[in-house]
């Protein structure tokens, strides 16, 4: 009987330290929208947070509609605990103008930008392209 403390103890330990990384991984909302991608291929879905809705924004500096909306976006983020905002940024370093040709434009269909889709909480896509334009657009403040 003595030896049961000893053993659940050990238990308890294996466990969480089995458990550490998949603790380590789960993601969080920062501070300010993350700038990802520079036009290399991306995997959204390792930027989603659980329990958020995630707005991917397929963005360029060199795309004066991108540019208009990224102050709103930003806003957005601040302003909604419930909504993380992250900017994929399509132009690889080295290329001047929207690069359409990137790894990542390509990986996603890219032939417009701002290119949305908004992944709910739960992790699945709710909406992309011209629908999910709108449904971002409509969470901005006047």
């Not at 300010?32 to 995997?43: A, T």
């Not at 790894?103 to 709910?120: D, E, L, R």
């Amino acid at each position: 009987m003595k030896r049961l403390p000893f053993i659940a103890a050990l238990v308890v330990a294996t466990v969480a330290l089995n458990l550490q990384p998949l603790l380590a991984e789960t993601r969080v909302k920062p501070d300010k929208p993350e700038r990802i991608s520079f036009g290399q291929p991306v995997n959204l879905a390792d930027y989603l947070v659980p329990g958020k809705t995630v707005v991917f924004d397929f963005t360029s500096e060199f795309c004066p509609p991108c540019r208009a909306i990224s102050p709103h976006l930003d806003k957005l983020h601040a302003n909604r605990a419930d909504v993380v905002v992250v900017k994929v940024d399509i132009n690889r370093p080295d290329v001047r103008g929207i690069d359409w040709g990137s790894p990542v434009a390509k990986q996603y269909g890219m032939n417009s930008i701002p290119h949305f889709k908004v992944y709910g909480p739960d992790g699945q896509l709710q909406a992309e392209g011209k629908p999910a334009r709108e449904l971002v657009t409509s969470w901005f403040e006047d």
